[in-house]
């Protein structure tokens, strides 16, 4: 069985930055596919940003060139920095993992961006 962990989350001006972090845990396996997700109230997930085994990576129009999605393999980590945050991206931020075998979700992490 793999976990996933998020942290970083917190209450940040607009204007600011914040950067997530994804830890995996469990039997020895190997991340292939990650991703943050976030629902705000009200509304249902959506996919923010999406990094695949060869670190390709895919972004939300609405996080383009504020967000950014990367990882370290050996510390089974998955990290989401966020720039210029705006009050619309106040939601609970999931990631996503994907091995050979299943996908795994974290419990989430609260981001609110104050105006």
């Known amino acids: 069985q793999v976990q996933l962990v998020e942290s970083g989350g917190g209450l940040v001006q607009a204007g600011g930055s914040l950067n997530l972090s994804c830890a995996a845990s469990?039997?020895?396996?190997?991340?292939?596919?990650g991703g943050w997700s976030r629902q705000a109230p009200g509304k249902q997930r959506e996919l923010v940003a999406f990094?695949?085994?060869?670190?390709?990576?895919k972004y939300a129009d609405s996080v383009k060139g504020r967000f950014t999605i990367s990882r370290d393999n050996a510390k089974k980590t998955i990290y989401l920095q966020m720039n210029n945050l705006k009050p619309e991206d106040t939601a609970v931020y999931y990631c996503?993992?994907?091995?050979?075998?299943?996908?795994?979700w974290g419990k989430g992490t609260q981001v609110t961006v104050s105006s």
């Open positions: 469990g039997r020895t396996f190997r991340i292939n596919d």
């Open positions: 996503k993992a994907v091995t050979n075998t299943a996908v795994y």
């Open positions: 990094i695949n085994v060869d670190d390709n990576r």
